[in-house]
T-cell receptor, first 109, second 114 residues
Framework: GQSLEQPSEVTAVEGAIVQINCTYQ??????LSWYQQHDGGAPTFLSY????GLEETGRFSSFLSRSDSYGYLLLQELQMKDSASYFC??????????FGRGTSLIVHP | NAGVTQTPKFRILKIGQSMTLQCTQD?????MYWYRQDPGMGLKLIYY???????DKGEVPNGYNVSRSTTEDFPLRLELAAPSQTSVYFC?????????????FGPGTRLTVT
């Protein structure tokens, strides 16, 4: 089976940098995805890592280390609108993503 | 493109009633998924489909049924609703994984069973 661990909550101030970690266990590995979900809304795709290293998309970056079964999402220049839940999801040998329980990010002014 | 659409947005059911949650996508995606999300929790996979006529169980299939007669539609059927099925239900679709990994989610159906 597949399982993921991520912190339940992270807080930061506007303008700061925050890192949300995700560790996973899976049989076979294709990639690690990140999704953002605002209260009451649908999850929206942020990034995907299939290979080791850092992928950058604007203020958001995502990192993967396959040997450590570990990844993180890095959010820079935090804005109030970044307050949301962030989910990592691992795609393993079944080809079907499994989602973590999510990290609630609270951004303070 | 409308993307992934779901109906209804909200529904209240009495225990023992049944209903169908509708999901349609207009992106010609092969893969479609149904998830449920309980408060403060992640997404749990109920059923998924890799193409018309093919469905398979996810992590929490009990109490639900699905069908996939067309590429566009993937309805979720609840038989004999129970309070434990109170949740937010999301439908999603994607191209064939793992080559194309992004899932597109519908706006969700908020279901209460009392």
């Amino acid at each position: 089976g597949q399982s993921l661990e991520q912190p339940s909550e992270v807080t930061a101030v506007e303008g700061a940098i925050v890192q949300i970690n995700c560790t996973y266990q899976t049989s076979g590995f294709y990639g690690l995805s990140w999704y953002q979900q605002h209260d009451g809304g649908a999850p929206t795709f942020l990034s995907y890592n299939a290979l080791d290293g850092l992928e950058e998309t604007g203020r958001f970056s995502s990192f993967l280390s396959r040997s450590d079964s570990y990844g993180y999402l890095l959010l820079q220049e935090l804005q109030m609108k970044d307050s949301a839940s962030y989910f990592c999801a691992v795609t393993g040998g079944s080809y079907i993503p499994t989602f973590g329980r999510g990290t609630s990010l609270i951004v303070h002014p | 493109n409308a993307g992934v659409t779901q109906t209804p947005k909200f529904r209240i059911l009495k225990i023992g009633q049944s209903m169908t949650l509708q999901c349609t996508q207009d992106m010609n995606h092969n893969y479609m998924y149904w998830y449920r999300q309980d408060p403060g929790m992640g997404l749990k996979l109920i059923y998924y489909s890799v193409g018309a006529g093919i469905t398979d169980k996810g992590e929490v299939p009990n109490g639900y049924n699905v069908s996939r007669s067309t590429t566009e539609d993937f309805p979720l059927r609840l038989e004999l609703a129970a309070p434990s099925q109170t949740s937010v239900y999301f439908c999603a679709s994607s191209y064939s994984v793992p080559l194309n990994y992004e899932q597109y989610f519908g706006p969700g159906t908020r279901l209460t069973v009392t």
